[in-house]
């Protein structure tokens, strides 16, 4: 069982800057990939960014140059650096981290992230 624990949401304003992290534990942890989610009420949820045990990284394009995804695998921990924030960029965020011995993937509980004037 793995519990996933996301910080750092908030509100900022256009073009201003949010780190979100989302820290892994549980017994026997062992993580392969982790990454980020989010979803707009009406929407479907989207991935916006994923990084492999061994640091490899993808993006949706509308966050390409803006965000970056990392992980301190000594932590089990991820984060998402998300610079020049749109209002567009408004939604709950999910982090994610697939179990290495037993695929599965977990969730966290969402953070809201707000770009407003």
């Known amino acids: 069982q793995v519990q996933l624990v996301e910080s750092g949401g908030g509100l900022v304003q256009p073009g201003g800057s949010l780190r979100l992290a989302c820290a892994a534990s549980g017994s026997d942890v062992s993580i392969n990939a982790m990454g980020w989610y989010r979803q707009v009420p009406g929407k479907e949820r989207e991935l916006v960014a994923a990084i492999t045990s061994g640091g490899r990284t993808n993006y949706v394009d509308s966050v390409k140059g803006r965000f970056t995804i990392s992980r301190d695998n000594a932590k089990n921990t991820e984060y998402l650096q998300m610079n020049s924030l749109k209002p567009e960029d408004t939604a709950v965020y999910y982090c994610?981290?697939?179990?290495?011995?037993?695929?599965?993937?977990?969730w966290g509980q969402g953070t809201q992230v707000t770009v407003s004037s």
């Open positions: 994610i981290a697939e179990t290495r011995v037993v695929p599965y993937i977990y």
